[in-house]
């Protein structure tokens, strides 16, 4: 394990030129320098990046919110088939019980199970292993107070080449938003600076990325979404790969001006042991979806050289199983799980 402390923030970065200063970002990005300056207008190295940037940006954004003796630990760490990451997490901290924020650009052999894994969304390769490449930003950040809801933001693009010789690629993400306790104006915000972000490009996009979203997140076995929902979409190839990375660029900045705000808004909030007690048993349900549902998840355990504490980042460090509970009718409690089982419309 490497350690790294993060490096200050430069002004007038421009992120697409790996030519530039690369101090901005927590740690180096994984691609050798001569490599980022050889094929700087391929796109993998304009998505490593943009991601590695999204990274320094959000990680700063963050630490403004938390107690100023805590920051993030930076982990850059590389695997033996190739390529590597950069994990920057804070862990029980006064504003974030675990904050954690995971870059990885990695590339090898793709193995059966997770060709069949892309198979299973629509893709159909043709080869039974397969050159990859795959680079994406995943963050998961659990608060201390249950009044400010869990964020989640995943963005990342894929290359495979198969058999015959032919390339696929495609991106996928999005950005999603699970509170303990509804408050409808911060949900409103949350998906209004989603909704900008894609009407940049498209105003078709917001509605279908939302709905696929509130499908995505459902925990089937408990017949209610994860969160408030927000926008999410996967194989995201139909436009040129130059107007699908604007878009997916688009998307990851409004991650900061969507969520931080309500971090500022209620880290101070008062709380009870109660409303404690209740977000430790909504975190469970939202380990239940990453364990059993989540495609990120799985496709990390099945790719060689799965680096487990990276892949498991989202876990928070607390949560809470009880049999059979269920919150009395007309508390905060049953007024978000309505909202759960039923998604609403926000804007």
């Not at 490096?7 to 421009?14: C, E, K, L, T």
């Not at 920051?71 to 994990?87: A, P």
């Not at 504003?95 to 052999?109: D, F, M």
Request: with cysteine.
């Amino acid at each position: 394990m490497l350690l790294f402390t993060p490096h200050m923030a430069s002004d007038n970065v421009d992120v697409l030129d790996p030519s530039f200063d690369v101090s901005y970002f927590m740690a180096d990005p994984l691609t050798p320098r001569s490599t980022l300056v050889k094929d700087k207008d391929d796109m993998k190295v304009k998505m490593e990046m943009l991601i590695m940037k999204i990274q320094a940006d959000f990680c700063h954004a963050l630490e403004v919110e938390e107690d100023p003796s805590k920051k993030f630990i930076v982990d850059r760490w590389t695997r033996s088939e190739g390529g590597g990451g950069v994990t920057c997490v804070i862990q029980n901290g006064k504003t974030y019980e675990k904050a954690g924020v995971n870059v990885s650009v990695v590339h090898g052999i793709l193995p059966v199970d997770a060709v069949r894994q892309m198979k299973a969304r629509g893709k159909e390769l043709i080869g039974k292993e397969l050159p990859f490449f795959a680079a994406g930003i995943s963050s998961v950040i659990h608060p201390s107070n249950p009044h400010v809801p869990t964020v989640h933001f995943n963005y990342r693009y894929f290359e495979v080449t198969q058999e015959n010789g032919e390339k696929m690629w495609w991106f996928g993400g999005g950005t999603d938003l699970t509170p303990y306790y509804l408050v409808e104006d911060d949900v409103r915000h949350f998906h209004s600076t989603l909704k900008k972000a894609c009407d940049l490009h498209n105003v078709s996009y917001y509605p279908k990325f939302k709905k696929w979203c509130d499908e995505y997140f459902m925990v089937n076995h408990r017949n209610e979404r994860r969160g408030v929902g927000g926008i999410f979409f996967d194989d995201f190839d139909m436009h040129s790969q130059e107007d699908c990375f604007k878009f997916v660029k688009s998307c990851a900045e409004s991650v900061i001006p969507s969520y931080v705000p309500l971090v500022n808004k209620h880290r101070n909030d008062p709380y009870t042991s109660a409303e404690r007690d209740w977000q430790l048993l909504r975190r469970g349900r939202y380990v239940e979806f990453n364990l059993v549902y989540d495609r990120g998840t799985k496709f990390g355990l099945y790719t060689p050289g799965a680096r487990i504490e990276s892949i498991l980042m989202s876990l928070p460090v607390y949560a809470k199983w009880e049999y059979m509970h269920s919150p009395s009718d007309g508390t905060p409690e049953a007024k978000l799980t309505e909202v759960l089982k039923n998604p609403k419309e926000w804007i």
